[in-house]
Nanobody
């Protein structure tokens, strides 16, 4: 069974860059036709898809975040990472990593989520 675990600081100052990693076990991030996503949920709001990196290393981003977001991967560590620059308090959220097969809309596995607060 695939397990995902988010890691990173829980507090980020405004204007700084938020950096999170998702450590994957029980499966490889290079397994064909799987896509590894970052999703967040702000207080009182629904889930927001942020971006994805696919099995072959291709990355795609939400248009609303495209100017600030970068998703990368380290295949030697079997993990993928999120960087979100120029954060504001509106970026305060629980951040999740999740995986799904590209041909299926439903996510197969989720991390437990990590709270990130943007505050000075």
């Amino acid at each position: 069974q695939v397990q995902l675990q988010e890691s990173g600081p829980g507090l980020v100052k405004p204007s700084q860059t938020l950096s999170l990693s998702c450590i994957v076990s029980g499966g490889s991030i290079t397994t064909t036709y799987y896509a590894w996503s970052w999703i967040r949920q702000s207080p009182g709001k629904g889930l927001e898809w942020m971006g994805v990196i696919t099995y072959d290393g291709s990355a795609y981003y939400s248009p609303s975040l495209k100017s600030r977001i970068s998703i990368s991967r380290d295949t030697s560590k079997n993990q993928f990472s999120l960087q979100l620059s120029s954060v504001t308090p509106e970026d305060t959220a629980v951040y999740y990593c999740a995986v799904r097969r590209i041909s299926i809309l439903e996510y197969s596995y989720w991390g437990q989520g990590t709270q990130v607060t943007v505050s000075s």
